[in-house]
């Protein structure tokens, strides 16, 4: 991910899966950006998202190496974020999702076992093990 991505002023959806990526950064001028792709890629740390936390929505990064999900909570608008095979493997490592109010649905993974937390529109939340 470079600056260029910066010059995408009305990207709604930026798709950038399977390219290696390392590092979440120049997505400062993405003013409308509102789902971003990131899975299958070599992301360790959320770092970055921080620049599009005012309209992103939905956040997919899936199969990297993250360690934790410190950084979510900047995401004020967050509702889906899917982010399974990841190296997150302690529910303390989940704590940054406590600050999602908007989070409606999560998938992730952890000690091999694939969970669903689904928000109800009352404000409860259901945790589900998927077969």
């Keep these: ?21 390392e590092k979440i950064t120049g997505l400062k001028g993405c003013e409308r950006l509102e789902i971003l792709s990131l899975g299958r890629n070599q992301i ?12 992103l929505q939905e956040l997919w990064i899936s199969y990297n190496i993250l ?27 989940f704590e940054p999702l406590k600050e999602c109010k908007a989070l409606e649905v999560c998938v992730w993974d952890v000690e091999t076992e694939r969970w669903r937390m689904l928000r109800q529109r009352g404000g409860g939340v259901s945790v589900e093990r998927k077969a």
């Design 1 to 21: 991910m470079d600056a260029t991505l910066s010059t995408l002023k009305a990207c709604k959806h930026l798709a950038l899966s399977s390219n290696n990526i």
């Design 67 to 93: 360690g934790s999900l410190k950084g979510v909570e900047k995401l004020s608008k967050l509702r889906v974020l899917y982010c399974a095979q990841n190296l997150i493997t302690k529910w303390a490592d």
């Design 44 to 55: 360790k740390k959320l770092d970055g998202v921080e620049d599009v936390a005012e309209t």
